[in-house]
Each structure stands twice: as C-alpha cells, then as structure tokens.
C-alpha cells in the first residue's frame, strides 16, 4: 500500500481520483492547493510514495510547490495532472522533479494505471 498526496482545487476531480486510488488499496491524502500540499509535504518529512498534483490552482500552483518540494525533498515522486496544454511544457521544465503529466479528463483506469507506473 502506498501513501499517496493528491493535491487538487477542484473538489469534484479531488474526490474522484481520491477515491479511485483508495478503492485501489492506497492510502489518500488530499490537499486544495499548492500551500496546502507543501504543508502537507514538509510536515510528513517528504514521507509520500507519491504526490498527484494538479498545475493550474489558486494560491500555489502545482508547479511552484514541486519545485519547492524537490528541492527540500529530492527523492519525491512528483505526478503532474492538466487540461491545459500550455502547462504540459512547462512541467517538462521540472525534469528530474517532475516524473510525468496526466492528460484531464482522465479515466478510472488510466489515473490508476499512471499511478501504478509512477511507483514501479
């Protein structure tokens, strides 16, 4: 069973993926932005097998709290999700933080399956 941070505004999709990766035996914390999600982060000691965060959020976006999270916590896997395109290239600036960008809207299916890859 994996710890697992998913970082997400929009609380329908939040809840989504949450329960997706719970029902798949994962252990799901949730975070509604950037701030929230590097709290969470620093207070676990960088301890997540895996933090899913969303690019485009108020506050923090995703990208800010992954760098800043990589740099405190350089082991971290890191798993962007996006609708925009824009935000794709700028994940890829991340290389080494980033490991990989889900494409929204995603399936049951494929959160699981690139979460599943994300920690083989």
């Known amino acids: 069973m994996s710890h697992l941070l998913i970082v997400e505004d929009d609380e329908s999709v939040r809840t989504f993926t949450a329960r997706a990766l ?8 949730t975070a ?5 999600g590097l709290n969470r982060i620093a207070a676990s000691g960088g301890a997540y097998d895996l933090v899913l965060s969303d690019i485009r959020m108020p506050v923090m976006d995703g990208l800010e709290m992954a760098g800043t999270a990589s740099r405190s916590y350089p082991g971290l896997r890191i798993l962007m999700m996006t609708g925009y395109a824009e935000q794709r290239e700028r994940a890829a600036e991340l290389d080494g933080a ?9 399936t049951l299916k494929e959160i699981r ?3 599943a890859q994300a920690l083989a």
Not at 22 to 29: L, P, R, S, T
Not at 98 to 106: A, E, Q, R, S, T
């Open 22 to 29: 719970a029902a798949a035996g994962h252990k799901v914390e």
């Open 32 to 36: 509604v932005d950037g701030a929230e």
């Open 98 to 106: 980033v490991i990989g960008v889900v494409n929204k809207p995603f």
């Open 113 to 115: 399956d690139r979460v």
